[in-house]
Nanobody, 117 residues
Framework: QVQLVESGGGLVQAGGSLILSCAAS????????MGWFRQAAGKEREFVAT????????YYADFVRGRFTISRDNAKNTVYLQMNNLKLEDTGVYFC??????????WGQGTQVTVSS
Protein backbone atom coordinates (compact mmCIF):
# COMPACT_ATOMS: atom_id res chain seq x y z
CA GLN A 1 0.00 0.00 0.00
CA VAL A 2 1.67 3.18 -1.17
CA GLN A 3 1.84 5.98 1.39
CA LEU A 4 2.40 9.60 0.46
CA VAL A 5 3.78 12.38 2.66
CA GLU A 6 3.79 15.99 1.48
CA SER A 7 6.12 18.65 2.80
CA GLY A 8 7.31 22.13 1.94
CA GLY A 9 4.16 24.14 2.49
CA GLY A 10 4.18 27.39 4.38
CA LEU A 11 3.63 31.12 4.23
CA VAL A 12 4.98 33.06 1.28
CA GLN A 13 4.42 36.54 -0.12
CA ALA A 14 2.70 37.06 -3.44
CA GLY A 15 5.22 36.85 -6.25
CA GLY A 16 7.41 34.50 -4.28
CA SER A 17 8.30 30.87 -4.82
CA LEU A 18 7.87 27.63 -2.95
CA ILE A 19 8.64 24.00 -3.68
CA LEU A 20 6.51 21.14 -2.43
CA SER A 21 7.74 17.58 -2.07
CA CYS A 22 5.85 14.32 -1.91
CA ALA A 23 7.70 11.26 -0.67
CA ALA A 24 6.22 7.87 -1.55
CA SER A 25 6.69 4.48 0.00
CA UNK A 26 6.96 1.25 -1.93
CA UNK A 27 9.15 -0.36 -4.54
CA UNK A 28 7.22 0.57 -7.70
CA UNK A 29 7.14 4.37 -7.56
CA UNK A 30 8.20 4.65 -11.20
CA UNK A 31 5.01 2.85 -12.27
CA UNK A 32 2.74 5.48 -10.72
CA UNK A 33 1.37 8.46 -12.51
CA MET A 34 1.67 11.22 -9.91
CA GLY A 35 -0.26 14.41 -9.47
CA TRP A 36 -0.91 17.48 -7.39
CA PHE A 37 -4.32 18.80 -6.41
CA ARG A 38 -5.32 21.69 -4.20
CA GLN A 39 -8.31 22.75 -2.16
CA ALA A 40 -9.03 26.28 -1.03
CA ALA A 41 -11.17 26.95 2.03
CA GLY A 42 -14.82 26.40 1.19
CA LYS A 43 -14.01 25.13 -2.31
CA GLU A 44 -13.82 21.77 -4.04
CA ARG A 45 -10.53 20.03 -4.67
CA GLU A 46 -9.09 20.91 -8.07
CA PHE A 47 -6.46 19.48 -10.36
CA VAL A 48 -3.10 21.25 -10.53
CA ALA A 49 -0.61 19.06 -12.40
CA THR A 50 0.23 15.48 -13.30
CA UNK A 51 3.34 13.66 -14.45
CA UNK A 52 3.85 10.23 -16.00
CA UNK A 53 5.84 7.49 -14.32
CA UNK A 54 8.91 8.11 -16.46
CA UNK A 55 8.66 11.87 -16.03
CA UNK A 56 8.46 12.32 -19.78
CA UNK A 57 4.93 13.76 -19.93
CA UNK A 58 3.39 16.44 -17.75
CA TYR A 59 0.10 18.31 -17.86
CA TYR A 60 -1.06 21.41 -16.03
CA ALA A 61 -4.22 23.21 -15.16
CA ASP A 62 -4.56 26.44 -17.12
CA PHE A 63 -4.35 28.60 -14.01
CA VAL A 64 -0.83 27.38 -13.16
CA ARG A 65 0.66 26.82 -16.60
CA GLY A 66 3.88 28.79 -16.97
CA ARG A 67 4.21 29.33 -13.23
CA PHE A 68 4.33 25.82 -11.74
CA THR A 69 6.52 22.88 -12.72
CA ILE A 70 5.94 19.28 -11.70
CA SER A 71 8.90 16.92 -11.67
CA ARG A 72 9.93 13.63 -10.15
CA ASP A 73 13.03 11.82 -8.98
CA ASN A 74 12.32 8.12 -9.16
CA ALA A 75 15.60 7.26 -7.42
CA LYS A 76 14.27 9.16 -4.39
CA ASN A 77 10.61 8.10 -4.73
CA THR A 78 9.71 11.78 -4.71
CA VAL A 79 7.58 14.11 -6.80
CA TYR A 80 7.94 17.89 -6.63
CA LEU A 81 5.89 20.93 -7.41
CA GLN A 82 7.94 24.06 -8.04
CA MET A 83 5.65 27.05 -7.63
CA ASN A 84 6.77 30.44 -8.91
CA ASN A 85 5.08 33.83 -9.04
CA LEU A 86 2.59 32.76 -6.41
CA LYS A 87 -0.73 34.55 -6.24
CA LEU A 88 -3.23 35.01 -3.43
CA GLU A 89 -5.60 32.60 -5.16
CA ASP A 90 -2.97 29.85 -4.94
CA THR A 91 -3.67 29.60 -1.21
CA GLY A 92 -4.97 26.22 -0.14
CA VAL A 93 -4.12 22.73 0.96
CA TYR A 94 -2.03 20.92 -1.64
CA PHE A 95 -2.42 17.17 -1.95
CA CYS A 96 -0.17 14.65 -3.62
CA UNK A 97 -1.81 11.73 -5.42
CA UNK A 98 -0.58 8.46 -6.89
CA UNK A 99 -2.50 6.48 -9.51
CA UNK A 100 -1.87 2.77 -9.30
CA UNK A 101 -2.14 0.54 -12.36
CA UNK A 102 -5.49 -0.93 -11.36
CA UNK A 103 -7.03 2.53 -11.11
CA UNK A 104 -6.84 3.20 -7.38
CA UNK A 105 -5.85 6.73 -6.43
CA UNK A 106 -3.90 7.20 -3.22
CA TRP A 107 -3.75 10.53 -1.41
CA GLY A 108 -1.32 12.20 0.92
CA GLN A 109 -2.43 14.16 3.97
CA GLY A 110 -1.93 17.56 2.36
CA THR A 111 0.29 20.53 3.10
CA GLN A 112 -0.91 24.10 3.60
CA VAL A 113 0.25 26.86 1.27
CA THR A 114 -0.67 30.40 2.25
CA VAL A 115 0.13 33.32 -0.03
CA SER A 116 0.03 36.77 1.56
CA SER A 117 -0.13 40.23 0.02
Amino acid sequence: QVQLVESGGGLVQAGGSLILSCAASGRTFASYTMGWFRQAAGKEREFVATISGSGYSAYYADFVRGRFTISRDNAKNTVYLQMNNLKLEDTGVYFCAADEAEGTRRWGQGTQVTVSS
